[in-house]
């Protein structure tokens, strides 16, 4: 008869099984404390220091703050932003709502048009925007190429056009988000209860009146989640305008992220860009904090 195992290695078998996953996941967990949450807290001190080309950490209160403030520069970043992330989270709703019903028609090539409408997402920031940066510019794109087919007079130059610059920014993040959208929307369609289609068919209900007053209205959390998602994208947009415009002409597409990175790197005013960096954070916390908040509680509930 072979040998039960004993109680005692039963116990310490149990105690290593509830043991070893957290100390694999501990140096991970350790590295993630200091490096981010470590660097929040260190960042959101200098803002408060006299920090210069190189930290400083004498207490300055809110001198560093005033000055962000009334920084001209931070001004029109913040105008930016607004336009910006504005435009960019409409068109992406819109656009990624009207494909994703598209594709809920059960179409041909359905597989295909989802790949090809989400492949756009999986390019980084600075692959698109240099893409588009050769494509928008006069010298190199669409405004030569229209030019050697013998269209001389057209003409396409925002991208250089301080007053439209912004708009090129638009264009090239919706055209690489909008597939992912299209797919949260088109995920929130196919959970739908079809009885309630059904029967607001039966009694005749048009499609648009369809979608208007049943479809739509449940898909409220995926209208949150893309606000949420689009908007933490749209505060993070430092990689395409860097490769589109590098922040101008002049200041005319300059965003909060590349304020900090210009007042860190070239300005040597850390202390002004640990500011912007606390403020950004601060945005993206009031974005996200909410919404995790509802989504746990419905998942309890």
Aim: charged letters at 10%.
């Amino acid at each position: 008869m072979p040998n039960s195992p004993s109680p005692q290695g039963g116990g310490a078998r149990a105690r290593m099984q509830r043991w070893l996953p957290k100390l694999v996941l501990s140096p991970s967990f350790v590295l993630i404390l200091f490096f981010v949450y470590g660097f929040i807290l260190w960042t959101t001190y200098i803002s408060f220091s006299n920090s210069g080309m190189l930290p400083d950490y004498s207490w300055a209160g809110l001198r560093q703050w005033s000055r962000l403030w009334n920084s001209w520069t931070w001004g029109i970043a913040l105008h930016n932003i607004w336009i910006f992330g504005l435009l960019y989270i409409v068109s992406c709703i819109v656009l990624g709502l009207l494909l994703a019903i598209l594709l809920d028609q059960r179409i041909r090539a359905e597989g295909a048009l989802r790949t090809i409408y989400l492949y756009p997402m999986a390019l980084s920031f600075i692959v698109t925007g240099t893409a588009w940066q050769w494509f928008l510019n006069p010298g190199l794109g669409l405004e030569k190429t229209m030019h050697e087919l013998g269209w001389q007079s057209f003409s396409f130059n925002w991208l250089i056009d301080s007053g439209m610059a912004i708009y090129t920014i638009v264009i090239a993040a919706v055209w690489q988000a909008t597939g992912f959208i299209m797919a949260m929307f088109l995920a929130g369609l196919r959970g739908i209860d079809g009885e309630m289609i059904k029967a607001a068919q039966i009694d005749g209900a048009p499609a648009w009146k369809i979608y208007l007053r049943i479809i739509i209205p449940q898909l409220r959390p995926v209208f949150l989640s893309a606000v949420v998602v689009l908007a933490h994208l749209a505060i993070k947009s430092f990689d395409l305008i860097v490769a589109m415009t590098g922040g101008g002409p002049g200041n005319s597409t300059a965003v909060p992220a590349t304020f900090m990175y210009s007042y860190a790197f070239s300005r040597n005013e850390m202390g002004i860009a640990a500011a912007s960096a606390v403020f950004m954070l601060a945005v993206i916390a009031a974005l996200i904090i909410p919404y995790l908040y509802s989504e746990l509680r419905e998942s309890r509930s």
